[in-house]
């Protein structure tokens, strides 16, 4: 019998170095994408998923990740008082049921595989989703849509994209068996093989659904690359021990992680709005001439 998927866990420790200055005092997690932070956004796709019970793996001087969903009672009570009915309606999505949020410390930087590790007491016995904020996938819920695979499969699912073949030195890439076009094996994983060696070209993103099984090799604590303690060494070594499928999933994904990346969000992410896509659409065009230059 196949588990519900109720639990998330959200690795936001990290130190956000490739947006300073700007997260030397807030977390990158926060930084926002038309006027919701990146936090958000991965809560909502999880809440989409029918996800109830969210773990926060934090660092140092990020507190204000967990102030964010909590109530703020001064500041609904003015919106109120001021019958800034809009306002407080972009407010409710930040609200979580009392009991719903947990937060854990990663108190080193030790790696995406060490931060699963500190939420063990979270995940217990039961699956769960990751997803790393960094990524915002446009669309139906990316995670939700590895739900609905791992209701049917079980085991371990995680959200894949092609890459171009002169690229998988960097990125992690499957050994895949069979492929349906949709739903693929997962026989291995290798990490950053040069394009003549690498298996395929397809990569994993920052969304996973596994069972509680990785989480025995993650509590041995190995070092791989990096000298960190690699999530991808762990769930190698499920293979053949449980189903390992990847998903070719619906949607446009964009690395906020990446300037480049985070900078295009935002123009994909107001240009379908109501209030905002007119004049994105506007402004856009002053640009032309320079996207046109050689």
């Given at each position: 019998?196949?588990?519900?998927?109720?639990?998330?866990?959200?690795?936001?420790?990290?130190?956000?170095?490739?947006?300073?200055?700007?997260?030397?005092?807030?977390?990158?997690?926060?930084?926002?994408?038309?006027?919701?932070p990146?936090?958000?956004y991965?809560?909502?796709?999880?809440?989409?998923?029918?996800?109830?019970?969210?773990c926060?793996?934090?660092g140092?001087g990020?507190d204000?990740?967990?102030?964010?969903?909590?109530?703020?009672?001064?500041?609904?009570?003015?919106?109120?008082?001021?019958?800034?009915?809009?306002?407080?309606?972009?407010l409710?999505p930040?609200?979580?049921?009392?009991?719903?949020?947990?937060?854990?410390?990663?108190?080193?930087?030790?790696?995406?595989?060490?931060?699963?590790?500190c939420?063990?007491?979270?995940?217990?016995?039961?699956?769960?989703a990751i997803?790393?904020?960094?990524?915002?996938?446009?669309?139906?819920?990316?995670?939700?849509?590895?739900?609905?695979?791992?209701?049917?499969?079980?085991?371990?699912?995680?959200?894949?994209?092609?890459?171009?073949?002169?690229?998988?030195?960097?990125?992690?890439?499957?050994?895949?068996?069979?492929?349906?076009?949709?739903?693929?094996?997962?026989?291995?994983?290798?990490?950053?093989?040069?394009?003549?060696?690498?298996?395929?070209?397809?990569?994993?993103?920052?969304?996973?659904?596994?069972?509680?099984?990785?989480?025995?090799?993650?509590?041995?604590l190995?070092?791989?690359?990096?000298?960190?303690?690699?999530?991808?060494?762990?769930?190698?070594?499920?293979?053949?021990?449980?189903?390992?499928?990847?998903?070719?999933y619906?949607?446009?994904?964009?690395?906020?992680?990446d300037?480049?990346?985070?900078?295009?969000?935002?123009?994909?992410?107001s240009?379908d709005?109501?209030?905002?896509g007119a004049?994105?659409?506007?402004f856009?065009?002053?640009?032309?001439?320079?996207?046109?230059?050689?």
């Amino acid at each position: 019998m196949i588990k519900p998927l109720k639990k998330a866990v959200l690795p936001v420790a990290g130190l956000g170095t490739r947006f300073l200055p700007a997260t030397k005092a807030m977390p990158k997690e926060m930084l926002p994408v038309v006027d919701k932070p990146l936090i958000q956004y991965a809560i909502d796709e999880a809440r989409e998923a029918g996800i109830e019970e969210f773990c926060l793996v934090t660092g140092r001087g990020k507190d204000s990740l967990i102030d964010y969903f909590d109530i703020a009672y001064e500041l609904e009570a003015t919106l109120r008082e001021r019958g800034k009915k809009s306002a407080l309606e972009a407010l409710a999505p930040s609200g979580m049921q009392a009991g719903s949020l947990v937060a854990v410390r990663q108190q080193e930087p030790l790696g995406l595989g060490h931060a699963i590790w500190c939420a063990r007491s979270f995940i217990g016995d039961d699956p769960f989703a990751i997803l790393l904020p960094d990524d915002i996938v446009k669309g139906r819920s990316c995670i939700g849509q590895l739900v609905e695979a791992y209701n049917q499969t079980g085991g371990n699912v995680v959200a894949v994209t092609e890459v171009p073949r002169e690229h998988t030195n960097r990125y992690g890439i499957l050994d895949v068996g069979s492929d349906d076009g949709k739903l693929v094996e997962v026989k291995g994983l290798v990490e950053k093989p040069a394009p003549e060696d690498a298996p395929s070209n397809l990569s994993i993103i920052g969304r996973y659904v596994l069972t509680q099984d990785v989480m025995k090799y993650l509590a041995k604590l190995e070092r791989g690359a990096g000298n960190e303690v690699q999530l991808t060494d762990a769930m190698a070594k499920t293979i053949g021990e449980v189903p390992f499928h990847g998903l070719r999933y619906e949607g446009t994904r964009y690395d906020c992680g990446d300037k480049a990346g985070f900078l295009e969000a935002q123009i994909a992410f107001s240009i379908d709005r109501e209030d905002l896509g007119a004049s994105v659409k506007a402004f856009l065009k002053k640009y032309k001439q320079y996207v046109d230059a050689p």
